[in-house]
């Protein structure tokens, strides 16, 4: 076989071969026949010197200035083996230095992994190695972190780990009110069956008590007759004090205003219902063994202390299990077991101040109403927050079956300072028999009843300012791990973790069509968020809890968005000055 050098001369040539053949270009003349074809004889090549096999890393020639047609397959030089001759077409490769046989084109060397597979004991890329945490792209925005509330479980960096979230498609900028959106919309919002399973429930049980509270409004009727109506006036005097600082304190993060009032329900019917059949029951149980009831002092110190907290309390203990979500800390406690003890206290109130009104006539009544609507507005209400700030304690990070154990404690201690109010009460009208020429004996416990209910109730209010604060600081500590991925703006969340802050998103946005409804969408999801980082932090409710987390995420970065194009069309219809 020879090839055309130049004008009359010619020089020998290894014989060429062809790389893979593209499939959809046809064989040109002179090309190597495909495996499974008859190669054709004879067949001269062309060649030219600068066609001559060239070291290792050289630039190949342009097919146009070696003679080669356009478009026609590139030719590759054969390697050579280790003694010089030529290979020939279909004979294995071997190394050059171990002298075993090469593996064919594209495929590994034995041991060796597939091009584009990692070696063995390597994570392929989007994967983290079995046991190790899954590791995130970090945020283009710099982290910050956010101090740790006083009054709230402990966060540590494991935690955010274990519970790291992935960062948007697109990161919030530094600039406020601007920001990551993804378009895709969920068409339910997760957990839809549940909270409506929930709701009905809850609607129900409402239903219940309202029916409970129509039953004892007409026995009230029947015992007091007219009067029933001043009797509730006076004993809603307190009542309204109270639930107006509830609410107050529960403005943060406002919980379902139907569970507000199954609560205050609860305390008012079903509480007072359920002692008076249980200490029916137990009368009963004593005189058929042959105790002819139980001394006053007992059925104070004891019983009634007992019976009151257990049936008032119980329904904290449902609340928690049965909508975890709606409460979350010790604040949302604080709230509904004020609630309940301010419920039984005002039908106690009432059952009071119609006995005495009933006895003494008006002295008695103004005395009664100054000593409990007065003198002790809060000894219920404290006495049942305890249990739900104790609960409230274990519902951000513990088990369910923590909740549990977790009301012993506040149940005890709220039976403990009923039971001292009592006895306290007892052994001061006992003292006061010695004075009875001072106010009829009186003024012990009057000094007594002030003293501690001042303290109890400067405890109260104390308490709640502090969880309110400790809330506030809580929501903008789980805010930060959104800010630090990008889905906020660091800027966003001192907004929305602050009083001030809100208040100044609310003033600004209201000067925009629908923007203050926007505001409105956006502070209230911004306190879901928190609950849901924490109980996703706290690996409670598992994937679940995370397609709620995105949900809510989208929900807040939709009204955002929202709100973003109202103020965009106000600016852009003003006219230019």
């Known amino acids: 076989m020879s090839a055309q050098n130049g004008p009359g001369s010619q020089r020998p040539?290894?014989?060429?071969?062809?790389?893979?053949?593209?499939?959809?270009?046809?064989?040109?003349?002179?090309?190597?026949?495909?495996?499974?074809?008859?190669?054709?004889?004879?067949?001269?090549?062309?060649?030219?010197?600068?066609?001559?096999?060239?070291?290792?890393?050289?630039?190949?020639?342009?097919?146009?200035?070696?003679?080669?047609?356009?478009?026609?397959?590139?030719?590759?030089?054969?390697?050579?083996?280790?003694?010089?001759?030529?290979?020939?077409?279909?004979?294995?490769?071997?190394?050059?230095?171990?002298?075993?046989?090469?593996?064919?084109?594209?495929?590994?060397?034995?041991?060796q992994p597939m091009p584009g597979q990692p070696m063995p004991g390597q994570p392929m890329q989007g994967q983290s190695m079995p046991g190790q945490p899954v590791m995130y792209a970090p945020p283009p925005a710099q982290a910050r972190v956010y101090a740790q509330p006083r009054f709230a479980p402990t966060v540590t960096q494991e935690m955010r780990i274990r519970a790291g979230m992935q960062a948007p498609q697109q990161v919030v900028t530094d600039t406020p009110w601007t920001g990551a959106v993804r378009k895709a919309q969920p068409e339910a919002a997760p957990d839809s069956t549940g909270n409506i399973v929930?709701?009905?429930?809850?609607?129900?049980?409402?239903?219940?008590?309202?029916?409970?509270?129509?039953?004892?409004?007409?026995?009230?009727?029947?015992?007091?007759?007219?009067?029933?109506?001043?009797?509730?006036?006076?004993?809603?005097?307190?009542?309204?004090?109270?639930?107006?600082?509830?609410?107050?304190?529960?403005?943060?993060?406002?919980?379902?205003?139907?569970?507000?009032?199954?609560?205050?329900?609860?305390?008012?019917?079903?509480?007072?219902?359920?002692?008076?059949?249980?200490?029916?029951?137990?009368?009963?149980?004593l005189y058929?063994?042959?105790?002819?009831?139980?001394?006053?002092?007992?059925?104070?110190?004891?019983?009634?202390?007992?019976?009151?907290?257990?049936?008032?309390?119980?329904?904290?203990?449902?609340?928690?299990?049965?909508?975890?979500?709606?409460?979350?800390?010790?604040?949302?406690?604080?709230?509904?077991?004020?609630?309940i003890g301010a419920g039984f206290a005002f039908t106690e109130n009432i059952l009071y101040l119609g006995q005495s009104w009933n006895d003494g006539e008006l002295p008695g009544l103004a005395v009664t109403f100054a000593m409990r609507c007065l003198g002790s507005p809060l000894l219920h209400t404290a006495f049942s927050t305890c249990a739900g700030v104790s609960i409230g304690l274990a519902?951000?990070?513990?088990?369910?079956?923590?909740?549990?154990?977790?009301?012993?404690?506040?149940?005890?201690?709220?039976?403990?300072l009923h039971g001292f109010w009592n006895a306290s009460m007892t052994l001061l009208g006992v003292l006061g028999q010695a004075t009875r020429d001072v106010m009829g004996g009186m003024l012990p416990q009057i000094i007594g009843l002030i003293v501690l209910s001042a303290i109890l109730s400067a405890a109260w209010v104390t308490l709640g300012i502090i969880l309110r604060r400790s809330e506030r600081m809580h929501t903008q500590n789980m805010l930060g791990d959104y800010a630090n991925s990008g889905w906020l703006t660091h800027?966003?969340?001192?907004?929305?973790?602050?009083?001030?802050?809100?208040?100044?998103?609310?003033?600004?946005?209201?000067?925009?069509?629908?923007?203050?409804?926007?505001?409105?969408?956006?502070?209230?999801?911004?306190?879901?968020?928190?609950?849901?980082?924490?109980?996703?932090?706290?690996?409670?409710?598992?994937?679940?809890?995370?397609?709620?987390?995105?949900a809510e995420l989208q929900q807040f970065a939709d009204a955002r968005e929202r709100l973003l194009a109202a103020s965009k069309q106000t600016v852009s219809q003003q006219p230019m000055r």
């Open 395 to 416: 519902a951000r990070k513990w088990p369910w079956w923590s909740l549990i154990l977790m009301w012993l404690p506040g149940l005890l201690l709220g039976m403990i």
């Open 13 to 111: 040539q290894p014989p060429q071969v062809q790389g893979p053949p593209n499939p959809n270009v046809p064989p040109a003349q002179g090309q190597m026949p495909q495996q499974g074809q008859v190669p054709q004889q004879n067949q001269p090549q062309q060649n030219h010197d600068r066609f001559r096999p060239r070291p290792e890393g050289s630039q190949q020639p342009n097919p146009q200035q070696a003679g080669q047609q356009p478009g026609a397959p590139r030719q590759q030089q054969p390697p050579m083996p280790p003694n010089g001759q030529p290979m020939m077409p279909g004979q294995p490769q071997v190394q050059p230095v171990t002298g075993r046989p090469m593996p064919p084109q594209g495929q590994p060397m034995p041991g």
């Open 198 to 285: 929930r709701l009905v429930a809850a609607i129900l049980v409402l239903v219940g008590l309202v029916i409970g509270l129509a039953l004892l409004a007409l026995l009230g009727g029947l015992s007091f007759g007219v009067r029933l109506f001043g009797l509730i006036g006076l004993a809603a005097i307190p009542l309204l004090g109270i639930i107006a600082y509830v609410l107050w304190l529960d403005r943060w993060r406002p919980q379902p205003k139907l569970l507000l009032g199954i609560c205050l329900l609860w305390g008012a019917v079903a509480s007072v219902i359920l002692t008076l059949g249980f200490s029916l029951v137990g009368e009963v149980a």
């Open 491 to 550: 800027a966003e969340v001192d907004m929305l973790g602050t009083w001030k802050g809100r208040k100044n998103g609310r003033d600004w946005a209201k000067s925009f069509p629908g923007g203050k409804e926007e505001m409105k969408t956006m502070i209230r999801t911004s306190g879901k968020l928190s609950t849901t980082r924490m109980r996703v932090l706290a690996g409670i409710g598992g994937e679940q809890e995370r397609k709620i987390e995105r």
């Open 288 to 339: 058929m063994i042959g105790i002819n009831g139980v001394p006053d002092v007992i059925g104070a110190v004891i019983q009634a202390p007992i019976l009151e907290e257990s049936t008032k309390t119980v329904l904290l203990l449902v609340i928690v299990l049965a909508a975890r979500r709606h409460f979350e800390g010790p604040l949302d406690g604080l709230v509904y077991g004020s609630l």
